[in-house]
């Protein structure tokens, strides 16, 4: 009974282990930084947009 319990042990032990090598894993961090980027830079800009074209509609509205 001891030994099917320690092997139980090590057996858990080794998937904790893997699971926290997977967790550490960084692969594809740059990948999601450089989204989260772009999403940024394509937020700004319509922003930048929809203000420019609501001044400029405004603008219109003034030329007689």
């Known amino acids: 009974m001891l030994k099917v319990l320690i092997l139980l042990q ?6 904790v282990d893997d699971l926290r090598a997977v ?3 960084e692969r594809g961090s740059v990948t999601t930084e450089h989204v ?3 999403v940024a ?3 700004i ?3 930048v947009v929809a ?3 609501t001044y400029v509609k ?4 003034n030329i007689k």
Request: no cysteine; hydrophobic share 55%.
């Open 10 to 15: 090590l057996a858990v032990l080794t998937s």
């Open 23 to 25: 967790r550490r894993d």
């Open 36 to 38: 989260l980027w772009a």
């Open 41 to 43: 830079v394509i937020a």
């Open 45 to 47: 800009t319509g922003i």
């Open 51 to 53: 203000a420019v074209t």
């Open 58 to 61: 405004s603008q219109a509205g």
